[in-house]
């Protein structure tokens, strides 16, 4: 098989697995809902930078728990398997892709939710919702990748979080601020420099994972 074709049949593969155990979405849904609701008990009622805060923490720690068990199955026999049969590329190129759509579907949800409970604030909600598809891929290159590397030291999660931690800082403080500016009303040509930002992030994390995983699948 060609490498598109390996990067399909994993998805595919990561797709049925997840289909059957329903384990990160099922877990990560009542995080987020559960999480919502003891917010709105605390606070009642927010104002707008507390509002947009608030979302994208909720966001990064349901992150944080979906993508934490991104390589816990390939490992052993598994890794073994996989490594005779397809491209340590197809493997990270699939992860990061799964991974990507399962935060876009996540997000998107703790969304509709958090709305539904706080309402929402946002008055340009399609610049908001264009900050929540980015972050949502910009969140699952990153801990794919950090959890790959976790994966090689026995899923440490404490390597995970100091390995994440330079990136996702500045990654977070450019999320709030275009999402803030959606607050504000600001048009999408308003957010050029922070979307492009975002982009960067995303194309550099995915380059420096096709270049370093291989190195890593093969130790």
């Known amino acids: 098989m060609n490498l598109l074709e390996q990067v399909k049949t994993l998805i595919y593969k990561d797709i049925v697995l997840e289909w059957r155990s329903k384990y990160a ?13 003891v917010c709105y008990q605390s ?26 068990r991104s390589f816990l199955q390939e490992t052993g026999h598994r890794h073994l398997y996989y490594y005779s049969i397809v491209s340590p590329k197809a493997i990270i190129l699939a992860k990061i892709i799964y991974n990507s759509g399962l ?17 929402s604030q946002a008055e340009n909600l399609l610049v908001y919702c264009l900050a929540i598809l980015l972050g949502s891929i910009s969140f699952a290159t990153v801990f794919t990748m950090v959890s790959a590397i976790s994966a090689k030291a026995g ?5 995970m979080a100091i390995l994440s931690f330079p990136v996702i800082i500045p990654l977070l403080i450019v999320l709030i601020k275009l999402s803030q500016n959606a607050v504000n009303g600001n ?6 420099g922070d979307i492009a930002v975002l982009l960067a992030i995303n194309i550099i994390t995915v380059a420096i ?11």
Request: charged share 10%; hydrophobic share 60%; aromatic share 16%.
């Open 25 to 37: 979405i099922n877990s990560i849904l009542l995080y987020v809902v559960s999480t919502v609701f």
């Open 43 to 68: 606070f009642k009622s927010v104002d707008t930078i507390v509002w947009n805060t608030l979302f994208w923490i909720i966001l990064l720690f349901a992150a944080i728990n979906a993508m934490s």
């Open 103 to 119: 935060m876009i579907l996540l997000s998107s949800t703790a969304f509709i939710i958090y709305n539904l409970i706080f309402k």
């Open 155 to 159: 899923n440490n999660s404490t390597i």
């Open 187 to 192: 048009a999408i040509v308003d957010n050029m």
């Open 209 to 219: 994972s096709l270049l370093l995983f291989p190195y890593l699948w093969r130790d």
